[in-house]
């Protein structure tokens, strides 16, 4: 069974550093996805980003930037400068590639990591 | 703008009483999932549809029903209310075809069992 564990909480910085959220999974399909999603205190969940088993290539988008390492089975997640707006839960979750139909199995998510940004 | 829906957005009930919670998307999608979460938990996956008449059970299904009757709409029953149901209940959708593409959240239902 596919496993998610994101080892850090909670982390705590000061406005404009960096911090790097680490995600790590299991799985035993060799074709499966990864995504990071934001959960502000609002509550509601926000896309940000996935990437396909196949597809190493590290993703940069503004201040936001994924590294994806199959090798350690790693998908982290690094904000520099960060802001404020950054505050938040953040989740990597893992989909495995579902039956052959076409279907989608559902996320295996992580506990999240609590991100505190200090003024 | 396509959307998905929940209702309600708050609820407070008695143990054993039966509790449905709606979700409603207006993407056409045919995949509709629905999430727990709690503190220290993550969101965990309950129930998940392929399509009208399908439903599959996910990792912590018991307790709860699902039916779908058509693309637009996947009820959440809880048919006996526990206070371990007491949660945050996230609907989502995606598009068939894989599961790379990405879910799509409604905003949430916070259920209280008392």
């Known amino acids: 069974a596919q496993k998610v564990t994101q080892a850090q909480t909670e982390i705590s910085v000061v406005e404009k550093e960096d911090v790097t959220l680490d995600c790590v999974y299991e799985?035993?399909?060799?074709?499966?996805?990864l995504f990071w999603y934001k959960q502000p205190p609002s509550g509601e969940l926000v896309f940000l980003i996935r990437r396909n088993s196949f597809d190493e290539q590290n993703e940069i988008s503004g201040r936001y930037s994924w590294n994806f390492q199959k090798s350690t089975s790693s998908f982290n997640f690094t904000i520099t400068a960060s802001q404020v707006v950054d505050s938040a839960v953040y989740f990597c979750a893992l989909s495995e590639a579902g039956y052959s139909g076409g279907g989608a199995d559902g996320l295996t998510f992580g506990k999240g990591t609590h991100l505190i940004i200090q003024p | 703008d396509a959307e998905i829906t929940q209702s309600p957005r708050h609820k407070i009930t008695e143990t054993g009483r039966q509790v449905t919670l709606a979700c409603h998307q207006t993407?056409?999608?045919?995949?509709m999932f629905w999430y727990r979460q709690d503190l220290g938990h993550g969101l965990r996956l309950i129930h998940y549809?392929?399509?009208?008449?399908?439903?599959n059970k996910g990792e912590v299904s018991d307790g709860y029903s699902v039916s779908r009757s058509n693309t637009e709409d996947l009820p959440l029953t809880l048919e006996s209310a526990a206070s371990s149901q007491t949660s945050v209940y996230f609907c989502a959708s995606s598009e068939s075809g894989s599961s790379y593409n990405e879910q799509f959240f409604g905003p949430g239902t916070r259920l209280t069992v008392l």
């Open positions: 799985t035993r399909d060799t074709t499966y996805y």
């Open positions: 549809s392929y399509g009208v008449q399908d439903t």
């Open positions: 993407w056409n999608h045919n995949n």
